[in-house]
């Protein structure tokens, strides 16, 4: 383990083992019965709870920041003309019946060629490959892909679930499971994490107990999860994600942090659009795109307490959750978890960071 007692910016040091059996690979069988480590800043203390008891941690005067975005079920698989598979990761859609896409194939991806889609009945041109690996797309036959993905699209899972390809009742059970209860705004190609494990039973006791619940809307894409590849972190660039907010939030954090309450970010997403939100100070914009790169040592103006799934050792959301609640204690955390058996990543357990 590397010396977590200074501040450093290399992201070697930022890793660390995780037995592959700790990786979730599917959510549990209730959304709120996931564990829940609690993490006191201040003084290191850990205790061990369940999920459904968080509102236990929560007080009145308390704004709770929740990302209501919904999951596109964007992945397709599809053809080449000789016949192999391509599995498509619709990202967004451009102008022109264009579209920015992931793909993966047992074959070499050539610019110029067709992929098959639906049966032969839609095709799609490869046209330019970008340096994140994503290809745009021209979409052909007049075809309408938002309707495909409705369709016969997928979830589109993170790669360390590693499953058989048919699984109809996992593929059930992700369509619900892998989606917020509170999910509203469609647009993201990942679910906010964090999120997954409330229950409307659960929020109904947050809000019985008078905590104030607020709503921001961070479309998931490709900045929250390309790698970091270089050592020095401060020249790691994440991609633009949009992200929106309504008028009433500014007025609601206002008041919270006049009463002495915290304001309470449910996962990264919330977390960085509250601090975007907060370094433009822009009380008149309730829309835009972050870039925001959170790592140590990070001087957060809004956020008070974090709730957050264990994420991948050397990535931008384990900079971050080490810049909130310092590198020392994270890895200590995550020490403790591994040690406990607690499940790491989306389908994983969950912390508390208070």
Request: net charge positive.
């Amino acid at each position: 383990m590397p010396d977590v007692s200074v501040i450093s910016h290399k992201l070697s040091d930022y890793d660390f083992d995780l037995p592959k059996e700790l990786i979730a690979q599917k959510p549990t069988e209730k959304r709120d019965n996931a564990r829940l480590l609690v993490l006191y800043r201040r003084s290191g203390r850990i205790e061990h709870r369940r999920f459904s008891e968080i509102a236990g941690y929560l007080r009145p005067e308390d704004l709770l920041v929740l990302n209501n975005t919904k999951v596109i079920p964007s992945r397709i698989a599809g053809k080449k003309p000789q016949g192999a598979y391509v599995d498509l990761l619709f990202i967004e859609e451009l102008e022109g019946n264009h579209w920015k896409a992931l793909l993966k194939s047992n074959g070499l991806l050539k610019k110029g060629e067709k992929i098959y889609l639906d049966n032969a009945a839609v095709s799609a041109c490869l046209l330019v490959k970008h340096e994140d690996n994503s290809w745009i797309l021209r979409i052909e036959n007049g075809a309408n892909i938002r309707e495909l993905i409705h369709r016969t699209g997928e979830m589109p899972l993170p790669p360390y679930i590693k499953r058989p390809k048919k699984n109809n009742t996992l593929s059930t059970l992700d369509a619900e499971r892998y989606q917020t209860v509170f999910a509203q705004k469609e647009g993201a190609i990942a679910a906010p994490t964090a999120g997954l494990h409330f229950s409307e039973d659960v929020l109904g006791k947050i809000r019985n107990s008078g905590t104030d619940i607020a709503f921001v809307t961070l479309h998931v894409g490709l900045g929250t999860f390309l790698p970091i590849k270089t050592e020095e972190i401060k020249n790691h660039r994440m991609h633009k994600e949009y992200y929106e907010y309504t008028k009433e939030l500014l007025p609601k954090i206002t008041i919270t942090k006049n009463r002495g309450g915290r304001i309470i970010a449910t996962g990264s997403t919330s977390c960085r659009t509250l601090e975007t939100i907060a370094l433009n100070n822009n009380i008149h914009q309730f829309s835009g795109y972050t870039d925001l790169f959170i790592y140590p040592p990070y001087p957060f103006q809004y956020v008070d307490a974090l709730i957050t799934n264990f994420h991948l050792p050397k990535t931008t959301l384990f900079l971050l959750v080490s810049a909130f609640a310092g590198r020392e204690q994270i890895f200590n955390a995550y020490e403790i978890a591994k040690k406990e058996g607690y499940r790491f990543y989306s389908y994983g357990d969950c912390m508390l960071i208070i």
